[in-house]
């Protein structure tokens, strides 16, 4: 009797001890860019921060050393649960995100912030019906900077200094805007930047501001051509795989989400902000020549890109969205966020 006490007892103190172990959850975390660029020091560092605290330390995010792969399969990886938790460019795998364009059209703003809250707020409005993330846990959507052209060759005041520049491009509408501009575009993530320059094979290419002095290559694009309202924008996502969420209780999936969504689009937005003016006093002190685009070559891109909204419209109403509502609301919110 009592060998059977003992054991009913010890398999007691294991059961409990096995579930207090299975209450607290670490996630993995793929990041494919530097540990000090913004990105990753200023938007998903906190952010696992934030999600241990609301979560009362039951789950906790482990920042992998290493990214496990090239940043075009980051959301695939989140998918298949390599990872439990990625985010990487929408553009970079071309032809699968499509609703995701709304967002990077020339002329969308001049804050990251703004406009990754009214993404995420018509994302979830508007374009969520598409079901584009289906096989994930969608935990954010957010967008960098106003996009500007930076190169190592010459100043660019119309478009026809952009005749033939083999510019690096992220994918996505910055693709459409490069060729339109008779530019040659190259698709490449961003973090091939400093290669892709240091060895000639691009002659420039289409980044933030904060992104010039993240990627270190401020000493070779020396010439850099402000677009008021931006040449573009790039979709991002915040991704975790489906049934790593899904085991999470009810309360901690609502913590989280409450700590990502708008609450991480915002964030990522005013990290960006500050980043690119941070970036832009650093380019002038660094010496390099920044000029901002005048009327007529503001107007030159307008004619040259008008049709591309036209196209995406359709392209959503394709898929049930309604494209023409979507970028109406999203430039609505952006005008009146700061005021």
Do not use: C
Not at 147 to 154: A, D, E, L, R
């Amino acid at each position: 009797m009592k060998k059977f006490l003992k054991t009913v007892a010890v398999g007691f103190v294991l059961t409990v001890s096995h579930g207090i172990a299975s209450a607290d959850t670490t996630l993995t975390l793929s990041s494919w860019l530097p540990p000090t660029h913004p990105v990753v020091s200023q938007m998903i560092v906190p952010w696992t921060k934030q999600v241990e605290e609301v979560t009362e330390g039951r789950v906790k995010i482990n920042i992998l050393a290493k990214g496990l792969g090239h940043p075009k399969i980051h959301y695939d990886i989140a998918r298949d649960g390599l990872a439990d938790i990625t985010y990487s460019v929408h553009g970079y795998t071309p032809g699968r995100f499509v609703m995701t364009k709304v967002v990077e059209f020339p002329f969308s703003g001049n804050s990251a912030e703004a406009l990754s809250v009214a993404y995420w707020r018509v994302h979830q409005k508007y374009l969520a019906k598409a079901n584009e993330h289906k096989d994930t846990q969608l935990l954010s959507v957010f967008t960098h900077g106003p996009g500007m052209i930076h190169n190592s060759q010459k100043t660019v005041s119309s478009v026809a200094d952009l005749d033939g520049m083999k510019l690096r491009v992220g994918g996505g509408v910055v693709n459409d805007v490069a060729t339109s501009l008779d530019a040659v575009p190259l698709l490449k993530p961003a973090s091939k930047s400093y290669e892709l320059l240091s060895h000639g094979v691009a002659d420039g290419t289409l980044l933030p501001m904060e992104s010039v002095s993240a990627f270190k290559i401020d000493d070779i694009v020396k010439h850099t051509t402000i677009v008021p309202g931006g040449l573009y924008n790039i979709s991002f996502f915040l991704v975790m795989n489906s049934d790593r969420f899904h085991s999470l209780s009810q309360q901690d999936q609502d913590a989280i989400m409450s700590v990502s969504g708008e609450a991480f689009s915002q964030l990522a937005g005013r990290v960006w902000d500050a980043a690119d003016k941070a970036a832009l006093k650093k380019m002038k002190e660094n010496g390099n020549e920044i000029i901002t685009a005048d009327s007529t070559f503001v107007e030159s891109i307008k004619q040259r890109t008008s049709t591309l909204e036209a196209d995406w419209i359709k392209e959503a109403e394709q898929r049930g969205v309604d494209g023409a509502a979507a970028l109406a609301e999203l430039r609505q919110i952006t005008v009146s966020f700061n005021k």
